[in-house]
C-alpha cells in the first residue's frame, strides 16, 4: 500500500471515528507538499480537509464557522468527477462518508 493509500485510510478511519482533527492532520500531511501544484486532485484533498474541519467546528458548536468552511468543501466536492487519479474509487468513497456524516 502507497503513503497516499494509507493517509487515505487512516483520514477514513478518523472521519468514522469523528476523530475530525486527526483525518485533518492525515490528508494535510499529503496536500501540503503538493499544495502548490494546480491539480484538481490536490484541491480535492484540500476539500475533503475542509470538510474534516467543518466537522470539528460543528463539534465545538461553532456553525457559523462550520458552514463557511463547509461550503469551501462543496466548492471541490465535484472534481472528483473530472479527476484522473489512481484514487478516483477511495475518493468517491470518502465522499459517500461525508455526506453520511454531514447528515
Not at 71 to 76: D, E, F, P, V
Amino acid at each position: 500500500m502507497s503513503r497516499h493509500e494509507e493517509q487515505l485510510e487512516l483520514f477514513i478511519q478518523n472521519l468514522q471515528s469523528e476523530n475530525f482533527y486527526d483525518a485533518h492532520e492525515d490528508l494535510e500531511a499529503l496536500w501540503y507538499e503538493r499544495r502548490f501544484e494546480d491539480s484538481d486532485e490536490v484541491k480535492l484533498l484540500k476539500g475533503f480537509i475542509n470538510a474534516s474541519v467543518s466537522f470539528e467546528l460543528r463539534k465545538k458548536g461553532k456553525t457559523e464557522q462550520a458552514k463557511k468552511v463547509w461550503n469551501n468543501y462543496l466548492k471541490y466536492r465535484d472534481l472528483v468527477n473530472d479527476i484522473k487519479s489512481l484514487h478516483v474509487e477511495k475518493y468517491h468513497q470518502i465522499i459517500k462518508i461525508i455526506d453520511k456524516i454531514y447528515k
